[in-house]
Structures are given as C-alpha cells and as structure tokens.
C-alpha cells in the first residue's frame, strides 16, 4: 500500500487508497495555517468532509482532568453524533471522565472558541481530550501510548463517520497562525507544550486514515518529538 507526500501552500495532502465495503475509497489529509478564519474557509473552498483544530486543556488546579469536544450550536447532527462517538471512545480507552458526564460542550456566539470552528460549513470540531497541566494526563502524553490512542480513536471515528472518503482538514491549535506569532499553548508538566503533542496527534492519526493500521515506522514515530516539526510552515 503506497503513499504518495505532496507540499503544497503549506499543506501537507497524503493519498491513499483504502478499501471499505468492497470498494476503492480516497481519503486525503491536508494540515491548514493561518488565521483560523482563513483555516476553515481554506477549507470550505476546499471541498473537506470535516475539520478539525487539536488542542489539549490547561488549567491551574493541577487536579483538573476531563475529556471534551467542543462544536458550535449550529452543529448538524451527524457533527454533533460524530463528536460524542469519539470522546466517549476517548473517555473509555483513557479511563479519563467526561465533562459534565456528556463530554460534549456546545459553543454559543459568545464563547471562547467559536471563532475557531463558526466559519467551516462542514461537520467540524476541536478535541480537548486531555490536560497538559494535569501531571497524570501529561505522563500518558509522553510516554507516547496516549498519543498513540488519541490519534487511533480520531482516525477510526472520521472513517466511521465519512465512510465515503474525501478531504480531510487538520488545524494544529496555536501554532502556524502566520507573522512572528510562536504561541504554543499551555506548557505540558514535565516538558513540551501543548502545541508540540496536539501537532504529533493530529499526524500520526494523518497516517492511520490514509494507511488504515500503523507500520513499525509510524510506531516509533509517536516517541520521536522531533518529526512533528520537520515540515512546519
């Protein structure tokens, strides 16, 4: 099974051919920088079946420690199914609890980070699965099995949800936003930043959806800090 790497605009495109129900499907990844506005309207002209901007949480009680996914209040409702499937999926796999036991935070006009999802007009929205302030979660993080499962549980619930194929668009939060802007997100307890792991979950789980499984290469890959920025714009 072959993949074939194509730059472009500060985009990574990766193609790949895989097989669901007996038919030949293409999925396609592309990571999009700039503005989160011009991001999702990058993507919208695209032509992308979903979107999605990866950002872990932070807070200052260290003790804080639950999974959400955030989606605006004009989520369609294959969005706002496709959303719960996958922090549920995260809840179980990680033992982590749920916020407010749903796990799904719907976003108003007025909240923080609807900016960062109202502007795409297709299913969209931005995982928070974990907290880098929390010295439990920021361990998962490092010793690469939470990343790993992270990218695994996103990958498996785009192909579930977007059966079909198509474009898939990846936004890694904070970074990339263009200009002398180096915003990396909380720092992570016990090294790294917030930016750095969101960046190695979102390509790893880049290579599962086109791959479908993870060769010993892609393996390794989840230990090694510095591939995550070999290709940044």
Aim: charged content about 20%; proline content about 3%.
């Amino acid at each position: 099974m072959s993949v074939f790497l194509q730059h472009k605009k500060h985009s990574k495109v990766v193609w790949n051919l895989n097989r669901v129900s007996n038919r030949m499907v293409i999925y396609t990844v592309r990571f999009y920088t700039g503005s989160y506005k011009s991001r999702q309207l990058a993507a919208n002209s695209d032509g992308a079946i979903c979107y999605i901007e990866h950002h872990l949480n932070s807070f200052a009680d260290p003790s804080a420690g639950y999974a959400s996914v955030l989606i605006t209040e004009r989520a369609s409702r294959l969005c706002r199914d496709w959303a719960e499937s996958y922090i549920r999926s995260v809840a179980t796999e990680l033992s982590v609890p749920l916020v407010c036991n749903e796990g799904v935070v719907v976003l108003s006009s007025d909240d923080r980070g609807y900016g960062n999802l109202c502007y795409a007009r297709i299913p969209s929205m931005i995982p928070e699965p974990l907290f880098v302030s929390n010295p439990v979660h920021a361990e998962m993080l490092q010793d690469g099995d939470a990343v790993k499962k992270l990218a695994e549980i996103l990958a498996i619930s785009i192909r579930d949800y977007f059966p079909n194929g198509g474009l898939v668009a990846f936004s890694v939060g904070h970074r990339y936003k263009g200009g002398a802007n180096m915003d990396e997100g909380a720092p992570v307890v016990g090294g790294g930043t917030e930016a750095e792991f969101a960046e190695r979950i979102l390509r790893l789980s880049a290579m599962i959806i086109t791959e479908g499984d993870l060769s010993d290469e892609q393996e390794e890959y989840t230990s090694n800090c510095d591939k995550c920025s070999n290709d940044r714009s």
